[in-house]
């Protein structure tokens, strides 16, 4: 019984390896469910790719990770004057997104974030002449840069660093070390052929780990099927059956991640009318799953339990194999499998729902 995490290590590895070759001096970024395989998978890759830096989302992540991970941990979250904190060793960095909370870490490991176009937390243009006392209070390992990945109205990522450096460098800043988020590997490189005396670090997530899908899959146990007929009550909510067909309880349930979505940015009339379309059909409880049986995502027979699912598969359809698996379209960032397993995707079962998602 699992909900299990298939990764072809070869391919997987390649293209981090890839991602390192275009991203010299790259910080890896381990945060959240680290992105289904886990924070110690994703610690143990980023020693094999000898990262002497990794990122974590907060302080409880950096707790978790000072024992599986020997190098510095810098946490994204800013740091704010009087938050609750586990205990930290030296070697982790906090990031500071306000003069203020510069001044509460004096004698710590500190990145500045500066204030960008996302307009997410940062040290403004106003306020970094303020940072020139506070800075040498710290060991300061950098400023940071977050820029936002849609590039709505022309923006210009390579200039918006440069100008980012210079109101640094005008301030008399020591901008020895500059980590930025969201530029393509030739912008990196024009950065840094303008500032050579800076070292530019790309802090890389999704795509260093999720950035060839082809070489993951998750699958889920199927542990039993039951045939139903039409309007037999089944479950705990004692729905009836739409049709004859076979009730299917896989592997998999809301402690894993089923059922969760993140919101989605929609444009065009396409998507909206499909978004509609769906909200209209979860009113009257059809909920399409993201588990597939022969070549189709199957509908939810009710909503997904703690640790299980149950899928309605109608008459007309062959009935999958206890103890088969069912491939399952699940979000990395929100799904726990319930194992991680290296296999190489040749050996992976051949089946047209396997052929349908590639497609």
Known sequence: MALTLY????????????????????????????FGFGHEVLAEESRRLEADVIAVGTTYEAARMKDVYSGKVLVLS???????APALPGRVIRSVACVESL??????????????????????????????????????????????????GGLDAVGEVIACVERLRAADLPVHTMFVSHLEAAELDAVQERFPHTRFRARIETRLWLGDLEATQFRATVLE??????GERFGNRQGRAPSDGCLVVVAGGTAHGVGLEAPKDLHGVVPRAKNAARLGLATTNHLLSPFVWAGRRRWFAE??????????VPHDVPEPETGGELVARLGHTVTRPDRVVDCPSQSWPTTPERTLETV
């Open 78 to 84: 800013p740091y704010w004057r009087g938050e609750e």
């Open 303 to 312: 909503p997904p339990h703690l640790q299980v699912s149950v899928l309605f």
């Open 103 to 152: 001044r509460g870490l004096r004698g710590a490991r500190v990145v500045v974030e500066v204030m960008s176009s996302m307009r997410s937390p940062g040290v403004g243009e106003r306020d970094l002449h303020l940072l020139r006392s506070g800075v040498e209070d710290v060991s300061l390992e950098g400023f940071a840069i977050h820029l936002p990945l849609n590039r709505a």
């Open 225 to 230: 099927v039951r045939r139903v007929v039409k």
């Open 7 to 34: 990764v072809d290590p070869v391919r997987w590895r390649a293209h981090q390896d890839s991602v390192t070759r275009q991203f010299p001096g790259m910080v890896p970024v381990v945060r959240g469910n680290g």
